[in-house]
Structure formats: structure tokens, C-alpha cells
């Protein structure tokens, strides 16, 4: 799994992905006959309604080999993911172990994106189209992890100071490689992310003991909106120079995407084009031949409708709900922060990053949403592994 993990977000490491993950896989299937391994299916209700609905869109899709596929890629291994994290994770320690691997993968990633615009003497103004495959996916890596690199610093600011210090400035160097993406909606969900961790830990940051941390939160939402204006402004004065002085005033072509999908909802709101972004392709030809940028709706609630219906967004959403009620359970009022309360905060404060960040864009697919799911399933199984070992009063 830690293989598995350290890979995952790396570009043209397919090979080595599906090894490991088979591998995982085998040998669990061994543990489960052999040592009678029990295997965790955390919020399988939600997942069993969400894969019955997509497997039904098969049925009425425009192209059902693809739908298929696509349901194989998303679903069943987005299930299996879940399952084989939650199974082998079960306490807290190991929990920690399995985000120290993220973090040493989040510094090998964020290294090579530094590397790359030194290395470019900063004349480009953000990384290129082709790195990371592509500054999307990457952007999306990025609001991904930081939550537990900051989680996995947070507890270590008692024990281990000098890791503590190191770690703060990966998650700088995080915030300013996430800032030469050059992807907007990256910046603006960072921003969602700091404020609902605030929100979620208030009862201990604002604690006179928890002082740095409130003014390091405050500084840090000062210097993201700064950025965003800046990048904001970069791309008029880009857009200016490229395509002439009235393009920057031009509406976004997420509007007029969007605008096709909903119509596409509206004609079939019970059933889709099939599971698979690239439906919305196929189902509105004439308009990606307008533009083929427009081959999927570029919204994740609206590509679930486009290609299930409204079922498919309300299965959708109810997973995602169902797995933040998991997540997160009510808490008395603390002044401390215990290592699994912090993962807890960083698996919610992900979800919602994730959900802000895909509004504008779908990058909740292959090894972006694979990651989702495995950092889930861990801390679902961290939860459930600590709750089955409590003393039962």
C-alpha cells in the first residue's frame, strides 16, 4: 500500500501502479483465506446504491463498451481502493505511517514542480500544460494532500520540532507551486479548506497555547487572496496579449458548457448518456466541434447528471455525504488535538476542498479520485479499528 501510495500521483508510473495494487490485492485476498483477515466496507449501503445506478447507465448508454469500462475504472476500483485501505489500517498509528508515505511522496512531488520553474529562469509564468499530467490534475493532488501533510505536521509540533519547522516549509513551498499552476480554482479552494479547518479546530486554536497557529491561519488567508488577485490579474493581462484587448472581458466558457448540460439534464432527467465524462461528447457532437475543450461539462455534479440523470447526482452526493457522516462524528470541546482528531479534520476539510475545486472542472477521476478513496478508506478504518479496540462500558 505504501508503494501503492507513493506512486499514485506520479505521471507515467502505470506499470509500477498496477503492480503494486495487484499485489495488494492478492496478498489480502491470501490474509482473508489464510489468517481470516476481516475485510472493512465502510458506507457500503451508499456505495451499493451509487454502482447500481451507474451500472444501470449502461443499459441506456450512447456507447456501452465505454460506459462499462468507465464503470470498471471508477467504481469498482474506487470500491476496492476504499476496502483495502480500511481493512489493513486499523488504529491510529498506522494511519500515521500510511500519511508519512503521502507526505515523502508530496515532497518528491513538490520538489520536481520546484525544480522545474527554477529551472525555467521563471520566465514561464506557471508550469507547463504537460507536467504532472497536466497542471489540473496536479492542482487537484495538491488540495488533496495538504490537508494531512498539515495534519501530519500538527502533531508533531510537541515531539519532533525540527521535522515540525521542515514540514511547514513543504507546506509553503505547497502553496506557492499550487499558485504557478496557474489553476484559479486551486487558490480558491485552498482558501475554503483554511477557513473550514479553522472553523472545525476553533475550540483548541483559540486557546492562548494555540496563538502561533491562529495568526499563522490568518497570515497564510491574507497571502492566498493576495495570490488569487495576482494569478487573476496575470491571466487578463495573458488573455489581453494573446487574443487582443477584449478577450479578457469575455464571459467564461464554463457558462455556455454548462448551460448545454443542464438542457442535456432537463430533456432526460431520469436517466443519462451513459457513466463516463466523455459521454457529454458524444452526446452533444455538434457543440464539441465548436470547441474540443467542450468534451465534458466541466462541473462533477453536472457530468453525473449528464451521464445518470438526476439519480445519478443524488447517488453521487449521498456517498459523499454519507462519507463525511463516517468522517466526522459531534465532539465534546477540547483544548488538545489528538493525532486521529487531526486526520479526522483533514479527511473532512479534503472532501470539501475537493467538492469546491471540482465545481468548475472534473478532475475526480484515475488516480486523483483512487487517492481519495484510498486516504478515506484509511482513516475509516482508523476510526473503526480505535472504536472496536475501546473498552466497551
Not at 69 to 84: C, Q, T
Not at 183 to 196: D, H, I
Not at 227 to 249: H, M
Not at 290 to 295: G, K, P
Request: glycine letters at 8%; charged letters at 15%.
Amino acid at each position: 500500500m505504501a508503494t501503492y501510495l507513493l506512486v499514485l500521483p506520479i505521471a507515467h508510473t502505470i506499470a509500477i501502479r498496477y503492480i503494486a495494487f495487484y499485489s495488494l490485492l492478492l496478498l489480502t485476498l491470501w490474509a482473508v483465506w489464510r489468517y481470516r483477515l476481516r475485510l472493512s466496507f465502510p458506507v457500503a449501503w451508499a456505495w451499493a446504491v451509487y454502482a447500481a445506478i451507474a451500472l444501470c447507465s449502461v443499459l441506456y448508454a450512447i456507447d456501452p463498451a465505454y460506459s462499462l469500462s468507465e464503470v470498471k475504472r471508477e467504481v469498482v476500483y474506487g470500491i476496492l481502493a476504499l476496502v483495502l485501505a480500511a481493512s489493513w489500517v486499523r488504529s491510529t498509528e498506522a494511519l500515521s505511517r500510511i500519511i508519512g508515505v503521502v507526505v515523502a511522496g508530496n515532497l518528491l512531488m513538490v520538489g520536481y514542480a520546484v525544480f522545474s520553474i527554477v529551472a525555467s529562469g521563471l520566465g514561464q509564468s506557471y508550469l507547463q500544460e504537460g507536467s504532472f499530467s497536466g497542471v489540473g490534475m496536479f492542482s487537484t493532488y495538491l488540495i488533496t494532500v495538504l490537508p494531512f501533510v498539515a495534519a501530519y505536521a500538527l502533531q508533531l509540533k510537541g515531539t519532533h520540532k525540527t521535522i515540525y519547522y521542515l514540514l511547514l516549509v513543504v507546506l509553503a513551498l505547497n502553496v506557492i507551486v499550487l499558485y504557478f499552476s496557474g489553476n484559479r480554482a486551486g487558490l480558491v479552494s485552498l482558501l475554503v479548506e483554511l477557513g473550514l479547518a479553522g472553523y472545525l479546530l476553533r475550540d483548541s486554536i483559540f486557546l492562548p497555547t494555540q496563538r502561533r497557529v491562529l495568526v499563522g491561519i490568518i497570515v497564510l488567508a491574507v497571502a492566498l487572496s493576495g495570490l488569487l488577485v495576482k494569478q487573476a490579474n496575470d491571466r487578463n493581462v495573458l488573455l489581453q496579449s494573446e487574443l487582443g484587448s477584449t478577450a479578457a472581458d469575455e464571459p467564461d466558457q464554463r457558462r455556455k458548457i454548462w448551460h448545454v448540460a443542464v438542457e442535456n439534464i432537463r430533456a432526460h432527467p431520469l436517466i443519462g448518456a451513459g457513466f463516463g465524462r466523455e459521454v457529454f461528447r458524444l452526446r452533444n457532437p455538434e457543440f464539441f466541434k465548436e470547441n474540443t475543450n467542450y468534451w465534458h461539462a466541466h462541473n462533477i455534479l453536472l457530468n453525473k447528471g449528464v451521464q445518470m440523470g438526476i439519480p445519478g447526482m443524488l447517488a453521487f452526493l449521498g456517498l459523499i455525504f454519507a462519507v463525511l457522516r463516517a468522517v466526522w462524528v459531534p465532539r465534546t470541546r477540547r483544548q488538545q488535538i489528538s493525532p486521529l482528531h487531526a486526520y479526522e479534520t483533514a479527511c473532512v476539510v479534503m472532501i470539501v476542498g475537493l467538492l469546491t475545486k471540482n465545481m468548475t472542472d472534473d478532475f475526480f477521476v484515475r488516480d486523483g479520485a483512487l487517492l481519495f478513496w484510498v486516504l478515506t478508506g484509511a482513516v475509516l478504518g482508523a476510526i473503526g479499528g480505535e472504536r472496536a479496540a475501546a473498552p466497551h462500558e
